[in-house]
Nanobody
Framework: QVQLVESGGGLVQAGGSLRLSCAAS????????MGWYRQAPGKQRELVAT???????NYADSVQGRFTISRDNAKNTVYLQMNSLKPEDTAVYFC????????????????WGQGTQVTVSS
């Protein structure tokens, strides 16, 4: 089994910064794509940013230019640097590991973290 553990959430004023981290552990062979999603109260979960094992990135239009996703393949860890935060960025942020191959598990699977709260005050 693969576990994802997020850290780095918290309360910050508008215009401030936070850095989220997510470490994947378990009998991992390879993780294709890692990313961050978020869910605000009363809204659907939405993509924030993703990064492939080769470093290709994809961002939601709402965070382009403010957020930066990065990854350490050797540590199976993904990061999200969030700058110029806005109140509308307030949400629970979930780490995602997509198309994960691990020992003892047949076929690639997708895993989610438990989520970390990010609150931006105005």
């Amino acid at each position: 089994q693969v576990q994802l553990v997020e850290s780095g959430g918290g309360l910050v004023q508008a215009g401030g910064s936070l850095r989220l981290s997510c470490a994947a552990s378990g009998n991992i062979i390879f993780i294709n794509t890692m990313g961050w999603y978020r869910q605000a109260p009363g809204k659907q979960r939405e993509l924030v940013a993703t990064i492939t094992s080769g470093g290709s990135t994809n961002y939601a239009d709402s965070v382009q230019g403010r957020f930066t996703i990065s990854r350490d393949n050797a540590k199976n860890t993904v990061y999200l640097q969030m700058n110029s935060l806005k109140p509308e960025d307030t949400a629970v942020y979930f780490c995602n590991a997509d198309r994960v191959n691990s020992w003892g598990v047949r076929g690639p699977r997708t895993y989610w973290g438990q989520g970390t709260q990010v609150t931006v005050s105005s």
